[in-house]
């Protein structure tokens, strides 16, 4: 059973580190997953119960296993899917995920992916916490916290998520600005690879430029938006979708350019828009540049 486990999880490490490899991503990120491949397949125990009896702690103790590629194990071994992975492929299917949890249907995994834009469980673990998924109707405080305990038990968590503070900052809206215009302007040279989404295209085209690329320790894949709202607004060439590693997991964000109010015709990071306030008040003071969604330079 151990040998049939581990070379699933195996599998999917080594199939995500040949799809980075392809897209261009970092050389040593790639070795990272094909390091974690290797020493699930050589384990003389099942890592589901280096899980079980560990937690993720014992999952970081292996050798060339990190706090990322631990979380990913423990995806894939609670799920049987890896979100990454899918959305490597072309496949990725969030409202799936969400679905799973008890208390969440299709319809309102739909919504959450749509209205906060969740991904995976970690992203509804973290909205639960901040308070965006009571703002949401039909989450009273019995069902989110229902919704907290059943996370709480599936993600392995002894005491509740602590609020960010310290190195757990979310990155500065100038570097998600700056990931924001690589890709947008990569994408328009053409120099990016292309993947075939299986959502909303049912030709089958590979249209949907993949960036990988990093700002310091982070690690960055950014996309357009490829949901059914990004398709309904003509948005699928403006919208971008930055997941990045964060403190708790893999995180998300999505940048467009505002129709509306002083920020009208500028990039910005959608839920904060008074930092990109501050920010572009910050770039006039110093020197008159060029920010406007036109000119991406």
């Known amino acids: 059973m151990s040998e049939v486990v581990n070379a699933r999880v195996a599998r999917m490490l080594e199939e995500t580190a040949s799809i980075l490899a392809e897209q261009g991503a970092n050389p040593y990120r790639v070795q990272a997953y094909r390091a974690a491949a290797q020493t699930l397949l050589g384990l003389d125990r099942p890592v589901a119960e280096i899980l079980q009896t560990r937690g993720l702690d014992g999952l970081k103790e292996l050798p060339g296993v990190g ?13 049987g899917r890896l979100p990454m992975l899918e959305r490597l492929r072309g496949e990725s299917e969030p409202e799936l995920l969400l679905a799973s949890v008890p208390g969440i249907g299709h319809k ?25 998924l009571a703002k949401l109707e039909g989450f009273g405080p019995k069902r989110v916290a229902a919704i907290v305990d059943s996370l709480a038990s599936r993600l392995g968590r002894v005491r509740p998520l ?3 503070t310290g190195g757990a900052e979310p990155p ?10 690589e890709y947008r302007e990569k994408a328009a040279a053409g120099t990016l690879r292309k993947i075939a989404p299986r959502r909303m295209n049912p030709g089958g085209a590979a249209w949907l430029p993949v960036l990988h690329t990093a700002r310091g320790p982070r690690h960055y894949t950014a996309l357009y938006s490829n949901t059914p709202r990004a398709h309904q607004m003509g948005a699928t060439h ?7 590693d964060g403190e708790g997991g893999e995180r998300q964000c999505t ?3 505002s129709q509306v109010g002083r920020l009208k015709g500028l990039r910005i990071v959608r839920g904060r828009e008074a930092e990109c306030e501050r920010y572009y008040r910050a770039l006039r003071e110093r020197a008159p540049v060029r920010t406007r969604a036109t000119d991406p330079s």
């Open 162 to 164: 602590a609020p960010p």
């Open 67 to 79: 706090e990322a590629i631990a979380r990913f194990i423990r995806t894939a071994i609670e799920t």
């Open 172 to 181: 500065l809206v100038g570097e998600l600005l700056e990931v924001d215009r």
């Open 255 to 257: 940048v467009i350019t």
């Open 108 to 132: 309102i995994a739909e919504r959450l992916h749509r209205e906060l834009g969740i991904d995976t469980l970690e992203d509804l673990e973290a909205a639960a916490h901040d308070g965006r």
């Open 238 to 244: 403006d919208w971008v979708v930055l997941y990045f």
